[in-house]
Nanobody
């Protein structure tokens, strides 16, 4: 099993910054990627940013140039630095860890952390 513990959400004014952290523990072998997703009520969860085990990154178009994903391998922690926040970034942000399993993948999720951006 994998446990993901998120922190760093909160309330911030538009134009401000926040940094989310996600610490992984447990069975963390064969990790292929870690990333962040977000969800607002009534909508599907969407990808925000992902960092693969070989260092590749992928960002949603809406956050490119404003958000940066990074990791600390020693702490098995992934971060999301969010700058120039906009009200439309308001959502519950979920940490994701993906592992290789059999011929496919398995996803693990954190409990979510609320980010609220006021205008």
């Amino acid at each position: 099993q994998v446990q993901l513990v998120e922190s760093g959400g909160g309330l911030v004014q538009a134009g401000g910054s926040l940094r989310l952290s996600c610490a992984a523990s447990g069975s963390i072998l064969s990790v292929t990627a870690m990333g962040w997703y977000r969800q607002v009520p009534g909508k599907q969860r969407e990808l925000v940013a992902v960092l693969t085990s070989n260092g590749r990154t992928n960002y949603a178009d809406s956050v490119k140039g404003r958000f940066t994903i990074s990791r600390d391998n020693a702490k098995i922690t992934v971060y999301l630095q969010m700058n120039s926040l906009k009200p439309e970034d308001t959502a519950v942000y979920y940490c994701n860890l993906q592992k290789a399993h059999m011929s496919g993948f398995v996803d693990y999720w954190g409990q979510g952390t609320q980010v609220t951006v006021s205008s």
